[in-house]
């Protein structure tokens, strides 16, 4: 069982940075491959980014490949998304996700067994 909660969200005008982090309870925090998935009001969730348990493989949407930078801190059992140049269609409630599955920084949403709770981002014009 892991349980997450996710922070770091806020109000940043467009080319701003804001970095989400992502805390897990439980001891194998290790063990899981974590990912990123946001949703903007009337969107399906969509992939954000993901890394493998060990960070040593990590898989970006085409739409933030550049400017975001997924990490793990195992020892802090947490996930990192670094978020640079940011733009109003970032904008949206940002989800991090735990799977024990394979493969390793899989892009699909429903691989995915825990889900922290969401964390608002706003990017202003």
């Known amino acids: 069982q892991v349980q997450l909660v996710a922070s770091g969200g806020g109000v940043v005008q467009a080319g701003g940075s804001l970095r989400l982090s992502c805390a897990a309870s439980?001891?194998?925090?290790?063990?899981?491959?974590m990912g990123w998935f946001r949703q903007a009001p009337g969107k399906e969730r969509e992939f954000v980014s993901a890394i493998s348990w060990g960070g040593s493989l990590t898989n970006y949407a085409d739409s933030v490949k550049g400017r975001f930078t997924i990490s793990r801190d195992n020892a802090k059992n947490t996930v990192y998304l670094q978020m640079n140049s940011l733009k109003p269609e970032d904008t949206a409630v940002y989800y991090c996700?735990?799977?024990?599955?394979?493969?390793?920084?899989?892009?699909?949403?429903?691989?995915?067994?825990?889900w922290g709770q969401g964390t608002q981002v706003t990017v202003s014009s």
């Open positions: 996700a735990a799977t024990a599955g394979i493969p390793a920084a899989n892009s699909e949403a429903n691989a995915y067994n825990y």
């Open positions: 439980g001891r194998t925090f290790s063990l899981y491959n």
